[in-house]
Nanobody
Framework: QVQLVESGGGLVLPGGSLRLSCAAS????????MHWYRQAPGKQRELVAT???????NYADSVKGRFTISRDNARNTVWLQMNSLKPEDTAVYYC???????????????WGQGTQVTVSS
């Protein structure tokens, strides 16, 4: 009913940049908070960045100053601009949307399929 389609992952050299995108479609009605998570092999999933409907952002300490989260409310899209990438940024990145479906009052979380980001020389 609600689909989050991610794109933009790939292989990049250390110090390089990538921009991830995530577009929500389907029966979503209101999107409140949007997030990017990542999960590296053998590690727990961690919250990377958050952006509220008002544009307030928050970042994990490990990516502060390097990553930027942004959104376009009209297009139900969230981006993650990743600069100065490091090998430790290698992970599967997941888009998460906290929002409300058209047939529901209570918000819930929706997840993208994940996109692989590999930083390696």
């Amino acid at each position: 009913q609600v689909q989050l389609v991610e794109s933009g992952g790939g292989l990049v050299l250390p110090g390089g940049s990538l921009r991830l995108s995530c577009a929500a479609s389907g029966s979503i009605f209101s999107i409140y908070t949007m997030h990017w998570y990542r999960q590296a092999p053998g590690k727990q999933r961690e919250l990377v960045a958050t952006i509220t409907s008002g544009g307030n952002t928050n970042y994990a300490d490990s990516v502060k100053g390097r990553f930027t989260i942004s959104r376009d409310n009209a297009r139900n899209t969230v981006w993650l601009q990743m600069n100065s990438l490091k090998p430790e940024d290698t992970a599967v990145y997941y888009c998460n949307v906290h929002g409300t479906r058209m047939d529901s009052i209570s918000p819930r979380d929706y997840w993208g399929q994940g996109t692989q980001v590999t930083v390696s020389s």
